[in-house]
Protein backbone atom coordinates (compact mmCIF):
# COMPACT_ATOMS: atom_id res chain seq x y z
CA UNK A 1 0.00 0.00 0.00
CA UNK A 2 1.65 3.26 -0.71
CA UNK A 3 -0.01 6.78 0.70
CA UNK A 4 0.45 10.44 0.37
CA UNK A 5 -0.08 13.11 2.32
CA UNK A 6 0.50 17.24 1.48
CA UNK A 7 0.31 20.33 3.88
CA UNK A 8 -0.48 23.28 2.06
CA UNK A 9 -0.07 27.11 2.70
CA UNK A 10 -2.97 29.61 2.32
CA UNK A 11 -2.18 32.21 -0.22
CA UNK A 12 0.46 31.43 -2.46
CA UNK A 13 0.45 31.03 -5.96
CA UNK A 14 3.32 28.04 -5.40
CA UNK A 15 2.41 24.26 -6.26
CA UNK A 16 2.07 22.79 -3.24
CA UNK A 17 4.50 20.28 -1.96
CA UNK A 18 4.48 16.99 -2.68
CA UNK A 19 7.21 13.86 -2.72
CA UNK A 20 5.85 10.23 -3.74
CA UNK A 21 7.33 6.66 -3.98
CA UNK A 22 8.31 6.15 -7.75
CA UNK A 23 10.07 3.01 -6.76
CA UNK A 24 9.76 0.12 -5.05
CA UNK A 25 6.50 -1.22 -6.05
CA UNK A 26 4.01 -1.44 -2.99
CA UNK A 27 4.03 -4.97 -2.07
CA UNK A 28 7.74 -5.60 -3.15
CA UNK A 29 9.76 -7.98 -1.13
CA UNK A 30 13.56 -7.98 -0.44
CA UNK A 31 15.78 -10.50 0.83
CA UNK A 32 18.68 -9.75 3.35
CA UNK A 33 20.87 -10.86 0.77
CA UNK A 34 23.74 -8.06 1.36
CA UNK A 35 26.82 -7.73 4.22
CA UNK A 36 26.50 -4.05 5.46
CA UNK A 37 29.39 -2.02 6.87
CA UNK A 38 28.25 -3.33 10.56
CA UNK A 39 28.49 -6.70 9.66
CA UNK A 40 24.97 -7.88 9.13
CA UNK A 41 22.97 -9.25 6.31
CA UNK A 42 20.59 -6.49 5.28
CA UNK A 43 17.80 -6.33 2.28
CA UNK A 44 19.58 -3.24 0.23
CA UNK A 45 15.91 -1.65 -1.09
CA UNK A 46 16.77 1.09 -3.81
CA UNK A 47 13.74 3.98 -3.09
CA UNK A 48 13.07 6.96 -6.04
CA UNK A 49 11.24 9.37 -5.12
CA UNK A 50 9.05 11.78 -7.00
CA UNK A 51 9.45 15.24 -5.01
CA UNK A 52 7.97 18.90 -6.39
CA UNK A 53 7.33 21.91 -5.07
CA UNK A 54 9.76 24.07 -2.51
CA UNK A 55 11.37 21.47 -0.48
CA UNK A 56 14.57 21.61 1.55
CA UNK A 57 15.04 17.96 1.87
CA UNK A 58 13.49 14.50 1.83
CA UNK A 59 14.25 12.27 4.81
CA UNK A 60 13.36 8.34 4.64
CA UNK A 61 12.37 6.46 8.03
CA UNK A 62 11.36 3.26 8.62
CA UNK A 63 9.73 3.22 12.43
CA UNK A 64 12.55 5.06 14.71
CA UNK A 65 14.90 4.03 12.12
CA UNK A 66 16.20 6.43 10.02
CA UNK A 67 18.31 6.06 6.88
CA UNK A 68 19.16 9.32 5.81
CA UNK A 69 17.97 12.26 3.41
CA UNK A 70 17.55 11.29 -0.29
CA UNK A 71 19.88 12.95 -2.72
CA UNK A 72 19.13 15.91 -5.35
CA UNK A 73 17.45 13.46 -7.81
CA UNK A 74 15.40 11.80 -5.04
CA UNK A 75 17.11 8.75 -4.68
CA UNK A 76 17.92 6.77 -1.39
CA UNK A 77 18.83 3.16 -0.31
CA UNK A 78 17.52 1.84 2.52
CA UNK A 79 19.21 -1.11 4.52
CA UNK A 80 16.32 -2.99 6.41
CA UNK A 81 18.05 -5.24 8.77
CA UNK A 82 14.42 -6.96 10.13
CA UNK A 83 12.10 -9.64 8.18
CA UNK A 84 8.44 -9.39 8.09
CA UNK A 85 6.59 -6.00 6.74
CA UNK A 86 8.07 -2.85 6.80
CA UNK A 87 6.59 0.92 6.22
CA UNK A 88 8.66 3.52 4.55
CA UNK A 89 8.34 7.23 4.96
CA UNK A 90 9.52 9.95 3.21
CA UNK A 91 8.63 13.05 4.60
CA UNK A 92 9.85 16.15 3.08
CA UNK A 93 11.11 19.28 4.93
CA UNK A 94 11.17 22.97 4.97
CA UNK A 95 14.74 24.73 5.70
CA UNK A 96 12.98 25.36 9.28
CA UNK A 97 12.71 21.61 9.30
CA UNK A 98 9.15 22.10 9.44
CA UNK A 99 7.12 18.96 8.12
CA UNK A 100 5.78 19.79 4.12
CA UNK A 101 4.39 16.61 3.04
CA UNK A 102 4.83 12.62 3.73
CA UNK A 103 4.34 9.31 1.93
CA UNK A 104 4.15 5.91 2.94
CA UNK A 105 4.55 2.60 1.23
CA UNK A 106 4.48 -0.88 2.46
CA UNK A 107 6.94 -3.64 1.51
CA UNK A 108 8.48 -6.90 2.69
CA UNK A 109 12.15 -8.35 3.98
CA UNK A 110 12.61 -11.87 3.85
CA UNK A 111 15.54 -13.73 5.91
CA UNK A 112 18.31 -14.34 3.02
CA UNK A 113 18.39 -18.43 1.54
CA UNK A 114 21.79 -20.03 1.06
CA UNK A 115 22.31 -23.43 -0.65
CA UNK A 116 24.67 -25.06 1.93
CA UNK A 117 26.62 -24.02 5.28
CA UNK A 118 29.82 -22.45 2.42
CA UNK A 119 27.32 -20.41 0.92
CA UNK A 120 26.57 -18.30 3.82
CA UNK A 121 30.14 -17.83 4.38
CA UNK A 122 30.52 -16.47 0.77
CA UNK A 123 27.31 -13.78 1.65
CA UNK A 124 29.36 -12.83 4.82
CA UNK A 125 32.66 -12.29 2.04
CA UNK A 126 34.69 -14.65 4.27
CA UNK A 127 37.86 -15.58 3.33
CA UNK A 128 38.12 -19.66 4.27
CA UNK A 129 39.41 -22.24 2.76
CA UNK A 130 37.92 -26.20 3.55
CA UNK A 131 40.17 -28.45 5.49
CA UNK A 132 42.16 -29.64 7.41
CA UNK A 133 40.02 -33.21 7.96
CA UNK A 134 39.71 -33.95 11.23
CA UNK A 135 38.16 -36.83 13.58
CA UNK A 136 34.62 -35.98 14.16
CA UNK A 137 34.77 -32.82 11.96
CA UNK A 138 31.98 -32.58 9.04
CA UNK A 139 32.73 -29.73 6.98
CA UNK A 140 35.81 -28.73 8.25
CA UNK A 141 36.53 -25.02 7.84
CA UNK A 142 40.01 -22.76 8.37
CA UNK A 143 38.66 -19.03 8.02
CA UNK A 144 41.22 -15.69 8.21
CA UNK A 145 40.74 -13.44 11.01
CA UNK A 146 39.25 -11.56 11.94
CA UNK A 147 35.50 -13.10 11.44
CA UNK A 148 33.06 -10.22 9.89
CA UNK A 149 35.29 -7.41 11.93
CA UNK A 150 35.82 -9.51 15.04
CA UNK A 151 39.12 -10.54 16.48
CA UNK A 152 40.56 -13.29 17.42
CA UNK A 153 42.91 -14.11 20.50
CA UNK A 154 43.51 -17.84 22.33
CA UNK A 155 43.03 -17.08 25.78
CA UNK A 156 46.76 -16.41 27.54
CA UNK A 157 48.14 -15.60 23.79
CA UNK A 158 49.71 -12.06 23.35
CA UNK A 159 48.93 -12.34 19.49
CA UNK A 160 45.86 -12.42 17.90
CA UNK A 161 44.94 -15.58 15.81
CA UNK A 162 45.57 -15.21 12.35
CA UNK A 163 43.28 -17.66 11.52
CA UNK A 164 40.18 -20.06 13.26
CA UNK A 165 39.33 -23.24 12.66
CA UNK A 166 35.88 -25.15 12.54
CA UNK A 167 32.97 -26.89 11.57
CA UNK A 168 31.37 -24.65 8.82
CA UNK A 169 28.04 -24.49 11.16
CA UNK A 170 30.43 -23.12 14.17
CA UNK A 171 32.30 -20.40 11.32
CA UNK A 172 28.92 -19.46 10.18
CA UNK A 173 27.86 -18.74 13.64
CA UNK A 174 31.23 -16.55 14.38
CA UNK A 175 29.89 -14.22 11.66
CA UNK A 176 26.31 -14.11 12.80
CA UNK A 177 27.72 -12.83 16.26
CA UNK A 178 29.65 -10.22 14.78
CA UNK A 179 27.44 -7.61 14.73
CA UNK A 180 25.87 -8.31 17.96
CA UNK A 181 29.30 -7.91 19.07
CA UNK A 182 30.56 -4.75 17.32
CA UNK A 183 27.64 -3.16 18.35
CA UNK A 184 28.56 -3.46 21.98
CA UNK A 185 32.33 -2.56 20.52
CA UNK A 186 33.70 -5.61 21.00
CA UNK A 187 36.38 -5.57 18.75
CA UNK A 188 38.16 -8.70 20.18
CA UNK A 189 36.85 -12.26 21.74
CA UNK A 190 39.25 -14.07 23.83
CA UNK A 191 38.56 -18.07 24.04
CA UNK A 192 40.12 -21.16 25.33
CA UNK A 193 38.87 -23.53 22.72
CA UNK A 194 37.34 -25.07 19.70
CA UNK A 195 38.48 -28.27 18.69
CA UNK A 196 38.66 -31.30 21.00
CA UNK A 197 37.93 -34.52 20.17
CA UNK A 198 36.48 -35.71 23.78
CA UNK A 199 33.99 -36.84 26.08
CA UNK A 200 31.53 -34.69 27.93
CA UNK A 201 32.80 -36.85 30.77
CA UNK A 202 36.63 -36.75 30.49
CA UNK A 203 36.96 -39.87 32.30
CA UNK A 204 35.92 -41.69 29.20
CA UNK A 205 37.38 -42.50 26.02
CA UNK A 206 35.65 -41.64 22.92
CA UNK A 207 33.72 -42.63 20.96
CA UNK A 208 31.74 -45.34 23.89
CA UNK A 209 30.52 -42.24 25.01
CA UNK A 210 28.17 -38.99 25.28
CA UNK A 211 30.45 -36.62 22.71
CA UNK A 212 30.89 -33.20 23.59
CA UNK A 213 30.25 -30.73 20.67
CA UNK A 214 34.27 -29.72 20.94
CA UNK A 215 34.92 -33.15 19.24
CA UNK A 216 32.65 -31.99 16.37
CA UNK A 217 34.50 -28.16 16.10
CA UNK A 218 30.87 -27.09 16.64
CA UNK A 219 31.48 -24.97 20.24
CA UNK A 220 33.79 -22.15 21.56
CA UNK A 221 34.73 -21.36 25.02
CA UNK A 222 34.33 -17.49 25.36
CA UNK A 223 36.84 -16.35 28.15
CA UNK A 224 36.55 -12.71 27.53
CA UNK A 225 35.43 -9.61 25.26
CA UNK A 226 37.85 -6.85 24.00
CA UNK A 227 36.31 -3.81 23.41
CA UNK A 228 37.38 -1.14 20.71
CA UNK A 229 39.63 0.98 23.52
CA UNK A 230 41.56 -2.10 24.83
CA UNK A 231 39.37 -2.65 28.07
CA UNK A 232 39.14 -6.28 28.67
CA UNK A 233 36.04 -7.71 30.03
CA UNK A 234 36.47 -11.22 32.09
CA UNK A 235 33.99 -13.91 32.64
CA UNK A 236 36.05 -15.04 35.24
CA UNK A 237 36.82 -11.53 37.28
CA UNK A 238 33.95 -9.85 35.88
CA UNK A 239 30.99 -12.02 35.90
CA UNK A 240 28.75 -12.22 39.14
CA UNK A 241 27.18 -15.48 39.55
CA UNK A 242 23.39 -14.58 39.45
CA UNK A 243 19.88 -16.26 40.73
CA UNK A 244 18.75 -19.62 39.50
CA UNK A 245 16.96 -19.84 35.66
CA UNK A 246 17.36 -15.63 36.33
CA UNK A 247 20.75 -15.28 33.66
CA UNK A 248 19.24 -12.84 31.39
CA UNK A 249 16.48 -10.74 33.57
CA UNK A 250 19.14 -10.61 36.99
CA UNK A 251 20.31 -7.01 37.81
CA UNK A 252 23.81 -6.60 37.31
CA UNK A 253 26.56 -4.42 38.84
CA UNK A 254 28.98 -2.43 36.95
CA UNK A 255 30.24 -1.62 33.84
CA UNK A 256 31.55 -4.79 33.10
CA UNK A 257 29.36 -7.23 34.44
CA UNK A 258 26.63 -5.41 32.75
CA UNK A 259 28.36 -5.50 29.29
CA UNK A 260 29.23 -9.36 29.41
CA UNK A 261 25.52 -10.08 30.52
CA UNK A 262 24.36 -7.79 27.64
CA UNK A 263 26.38 -9.11 25.11
CA UNK A 264 25.90 -13.05 26.21
CA UNK A 265 21.71 -12.45 26.33
CA UNK A 266 21.71 -10.71 23.18
CA UNK A 267 23.42 -13.43 21.53
CA UNK A 268 21.79 -16.28 22.40
CA UNK A 269 18.25 -13.72 21.59
CA UNK A 270 19.31 -13.76 17.99
CA UNK A 271 19.80 -17.65 18.09
CA UNK A 272 23.20 -17.29 17.22
CA UNK A 273 24.01 -20.22 19.33
CA UNK A 274 21.51 -23.46 20.65
CA UNK A 275 23.41 -23.61 24.29
CA UNK A 276 25.18 -21.08 26.48
CA UNK A 277 26.45 -21.88 29.64
CA UNK A 278 27.51 -19.48 31.60
CA UNK A 279 29.26 -19.35 35.01
CA UNK A 280 25.88 -19.97 36.63
CA UNK A 281 25.68 -23.26 35.33
CA UNK A 282 28.36 -24.38 37.69
CA UNK A 283 31.85 -23.87 38.82
CA UNK A 284 33.44 -26.03 35.96
CA UNK A 285 32.06 -22.65 33.84
CA UNK A 286 33.48 -19.87 36.50
CA UNK A 287 35.92 -18.50 33.83
CA UNK A 288 34.12 -18.82 30.88
CA UNK A 289 30.80 -19.25 28.31
CA UNK A 290 30.69 -22.23 26.80
CA UNK A 291 28.56 -22.08 23.39
CA UNK A 292 27.56 -24.60 20.84
CA UNK A 293 25.42 -25.76 18.51
CA UNK A 294 23.79 -29.18 20.25
CA UNK A 295 20.54 -29.59 17.54
CA UNK A 296 17.18 -29.09 19.52
CA UNK A 297 18.75 -27.83 22.49
CA UNK A 298 18.20 -24.49 24.08
CA UNK A 299 19.32 -23.22 27.49
CA UNK A 300 18.89 -19.85 28.61
CA UNK A 301 15.77 -18.57 29.38
CA UNK A 302 15.71 -15.39 27.31
CA UNK A 303 13.98 -11.85 28.61
CA UNK A 304 16.54 -9.80 27.15
CA UNK A 305 16.41 -5.97 26.95
CA UNK A 306 16.20 -4.75 23.47
CA UNK A 307 14.77 -7.99 22.06
CA UNK A 308 10.78 -9.07 21.78
CA UNK A 309 10.57 -11.11 25.74
CA UNK A 310 10.58 -14.42 24.36
CA UNK A 311 10.72 -17.14 27.54
CA UNK A 312 11.21 -20.99 26.76
CA UNK A 313 11.11 -23.58 28.80
CA UNK A 314 13.52 -24.21 31.37
CA UNK A 315 15.43 -27.37 29.97
CA UNK A 316 16.03 -30.70 31.90
CA UNK A 317 19.38 -31.62 33.70
CA UNK A 318 19.86 -33.88 30.66
CA UNK A 319 19.49 -31.48 28.27
CA UNK A 320 21.93 -29.11 29.97
CA UNK A 321 24.94 -31.60 29.48
CA UNK A 322 26.37 -29.91 26.51
CA UNK A 323 30.02 -28.75 27.55
Known sequence: MMSLVAVTACGTDEPPPTVTFVSPE?????????????GALVAAVPVQLEIGGDIARVALTRDETAFGDADEDGAITAQLRTDGAATLTATAYDADDQVLASATIDIAITAAQAASCQAWLDLYQLDYTTGPTNLGIADPITVKAPVNG??????????????????????????????????????????????????????????????????????????????????????????????????????????????????????????????????????????????????????????????????????????????
Open 150 to 323: VAYRFNGNTEQRKTVYGDCSLIKSLAEAAPIMREHDIAELVDIGIYNYRCIDQTKTPPSCTMSQHAYAKAIDIAAFVDGAGTKYSVLTDWLIDPATTTCSAATEGDKDTLLHTVICALKAADVWNIVLTPNYNSAHRNHFHVDLTPDADTIKREVPTFDPLVLDIPTAEALLAD
Open 26 to 38: PGATFARDVLADH
